[in-house]
């Protein structure tokens, strides 16, 4: 009899990248993917760590899944949970404890086991507390690292791709930012071989993926072994340069960067592979040398500029978003200018921008000189006003292009598809399902502060090309 697996997924995406293959774990077991958790036979909350209350913000859907778990229970039915993600590596333990209908806890290093654990889970005589009955049993745990046997034993997927499809090449951080819980809940930095990598996109484009992005806790700190005798390592700007070779692969992105690790290959490979769209987010965090210090990012704040110049000189219509802390313990009204003079130098397509907040158990959390709420509310209101007046200022100078757009659903109108600009600027266009999935020439006639409105300028082709006619200014606001 089959049965049926609700994934819900928080966060970023290598986390949706994750939840795909947790799918295809489950799948030889009978597990088919349901869009609601309401009649689920199971449940997995794939959590993310990085956003303030993130656990408290999970031990509230717990509850809920709670409510529907003793339901199913009196119908005669059962409804297994999971928590799996970074919450469940940070707080493996203290989800057993809380929650007791909690049945699985499972790292990210360890979800290719979830077969293994549900057959543990059943010896020991079924749910913890999914039955209902309140039997006092203990869920299964499993956190281990190493994530080296992770990608080794995952089934080849079997979760159509879509058009535009995800692909982890490497995981874990070595950098240890103060602020950061990705080296405890992630691990060290592991990358994939290339073998594995190329086969995994020649699997994606066979399925009908035409765009691939490459993902990273720290993605372009990628080293991942070479094929061939010699087993040298391959730095991310040639792994993508190999995996442009695909014919079937029209394009290609990667994220997250750190700055430390943007080496001078692969700004070549922005220069010159014309499937590599003209498109980085690039984090800084901060404008100010000592936060960037105090936050041990390694690179200054002229580092980041003259770096953004050499991106800039390799490929002129490369557009750049980031991230953003503010009220970062330390940070004075100096500091919090220099963001902003950063922000203005640079001119973004996009950003993301957030209020710091101490995670437990990061070096940051302990700082003594930490900055009042109201302090930190009212940066990150006149940060956030800079970023959207360039970010408008940025698809207002889209009007009148001509750009590539992959049209990857449907819209909210009858007969409209939304697809991605080069840029990653959301695109409504006035098409038919015939354009689905596929990449047209869109000429752009509007712009909101969010996205932009363009009519199809030719039929939906199959063309890999980036703009390059002219570069897109960002207005810089002091």
């Known amino acids: ?194 073998a594995d990598i190329v086969a995994e996109a020649e699997r994606l484009c066979a399925a009908g993926a035409v765009e691939i992005t490459l993902l990273g806790q720290n993605v372009n700190a990628y080293h991942g072994i070479g094929p061939g005798p010699d087993g040298e390592s391959w730095g991310l700007g040639r792994l993508i340069r190999r995996l442009a070779e695909i014919p079937h692969l029209l394009r290609l992105r990667y994220t997250t960067s750190h700055p430390r690790d943007l080496d001078a290959e692969l700004i070549a490979a922005h220069a010159e592979e014309r499937k590599l769209m003209p498109y980085l987010h690039l984090p800084v965090q901060s404008g100010a040398d000592a936060i960037l210090k105090t936050m041990n990012r390694g690179h200054t704040a002229d580092d980041y500029r003259r770096l953004v110049d050499r991106l800039r000189r390799a490929c002129p219509e490369i557009a750049l978003s980031s991230d953003f802390i503010v009220g970062f313990p330390g940070e004075s009204d100096r500091d919090f200018a220099a963001t902003l003079r950063l922000v203005g130098d640079i001119g973004y397509a996009q950003a993301y921008s957030f209020m710091y907040s101490p995670r437990p158990g990061t070096p940051a959390a302990g700082l003594a000189a930490q900055v009042p709420n109201a302090v930190k509310a009212e940066r990150l209101a006149m940060l956030q006003a800079c970023l959207a007046d360039q970010q408008a200022a940025f698809n207002r100078a889209s009007i009148g292009r001509t750009l590539p757009v992959l049209l990857e659903r449907p819209g909210r109108k009858p007969g409209q598809l939304v697809g991605r600009s080069p840029y990653m600027q959301a695109v409504h266009v006035a098409a038919g399902d015939a354009a689905l999935n596929r990449i047209a020439e869109v000429r752009i006639v509007g712009a909101g502060p969010n996205s932009l409105a363009g009519e199809l300028a030719t039929e939906a082709g199959v063309s890999a090309s980036r703009p390059a006619d002219r570069q897109i200014a960002v207005e810089a606001r002091p």
């Open 1 to 194: 009899m089959s049965k049926t697996v609700h994934i819900k997924t928080y966060g970023c995406q290598m986390n949706e990248y994750d939840s795909a293959r947790m799918a295809d774990v489950l799948a030889p077991l009978g597990f088919a993917p349901t869009a609601s958790a309401d009649n689920a036979d199971m449940v997995i909350l794939n959590t993310c760590h990085i956003r303030e209350k993130a656990a408290e913000k999970v031990f509230s859907e717990l509850g809920r899944l709670r409510a529907l778990q003793v339901a199913r229970a009196r119908a005669g039915g059962r409804m297994l949970v999971a928590v799996a993600g970074c919450v469940a590596q940070a707080e493996g333990e203290e989800i057993l404890r809380r929650a007791p209908n909690v049945d699985l806890v499972v790292g990210p290093q360890a979800y290719h086991r979830l077969p293994e654990m549900l057959a543990r889970l059943t010896r020991a005589g079924g749910s913890a507390g999914g039955s209902g009955g309140g039997s006092g049993g203990r869920g299964v745990l499993d956190t281990e690292f190493p994530v080296n046997t992770k990608f080794d034993q995952l089934p080849e997927s079997v979760t159509p791709p879509g058009a535009s499809a995800f692909l982890t090449v490497q995981e874990g951080c070595d950098k240890f930012c103060t602020f950061c819980v990705v080296p405890y809940t992630r691990g060290a930095e592991y990358s994939r071989p290339v």
